[in-house]
């Protein structure tokens, strides 16, 4: 997804930056559809085994959380805002901003912001889970 609006954004128009942003928004809407499923899901149910885990970063993934929902939605604003909430020919996400307010160039740019930030935490986390399973590994071998 990450790889897909920038190659667009670099290839600024013609068909093929038209299809990679098609499909930017499309899988974006459809992360952000699975990751409040996943979030109403692991509010929702007890998980009693996390108290077992010595490893437990609740601060990082609540933080992934609020900016993999925020990237999203800063770009679904600004394409609103824009007028290009068209995904595919004949579907269209709803709108969530007023179109033509004169935001959108902000909101993208926030978009795009938050965007490198996510690929910065989830490099953090990956760093993080594997120090941890590192830890626990050779710490069981003592």
Same mark, same amino acid.
């Given at each position: 997804?990450?790889?897909?609006?920038?190659?667009?954004?670099? !290839?600024?128009g013609?068909?093929v930056?038209?299809?990679?942003?098609?499909?930017?928004?499309?899988?974006?809407?459809?992360?952000?559809?699975? *990751?409040? !499923?996943?979030?109403?899901?692991?509010?929702?149910?007890?998980?009693?085994?996390?108290?077992?885990?010595?490893?437990?970063?609740?601060?990082?993934?609540?933080?992934?959380?609020? *900016? *993999?929902?925020?990237?999203?939605?800063?770009?679904?604003?600004?394409?609103?805002?824009? @007028?290009?909430?068209?995904?595919?020919?004949?579907?269209?996400?709803?709108?969530?901003w007023?179109? @033509? *307010?004169?935001?959108?160039?902000?909101?993208?740019?926030y978009?795009?912001?938050?965007?490198?930030?996510?690929?910065?935490?989830?490099?953090?986390?990956? @760093?993080?889970?594997?120090?941890?399973y590192?830890?626990?590994?050779?710490?069981?071998?003592?």
């Amino acid at each position: 997804m990450f790889a897909s609006g920038v190659i667009a954004k670099q !290839l600024g128009g013609g068909a093929v930056a038209d299809w990679l942003m098609s499909l930017h928004k499309l899988t974006g809407a459809l992360t952000l559809l699975i *990751v409040l !499923l996943r979030l109403i899901y692991r509010v929702t149910r007890s998980m009693p085994e996390w108290r077992m885990q010595a490893h437990r970063r609740p601060m990082l993934h609540w933080t992934l959380y609020a *900016v *993999v929902i925020l990237v999203p939605l800063l770009g679904w604003a600004g394409i609103s805002d824009f @007028g290009a909430r068209e995904i595919f020919p004949g579907y269209s996400l709803p709108p969530i901003w007023p179109e @033509g *307010v004169g935001y959108d160039a902000i909101l993208l740019q926030y978009h795009a912001y938050f965007a490198f930030a996510l690929l910065a935490l989830v490099a953090l986390h990956i @760093g993080i889970a594997m120090q941890d399973y590192m830890t626990d590994r050779f710490a069981d071998e003592d």
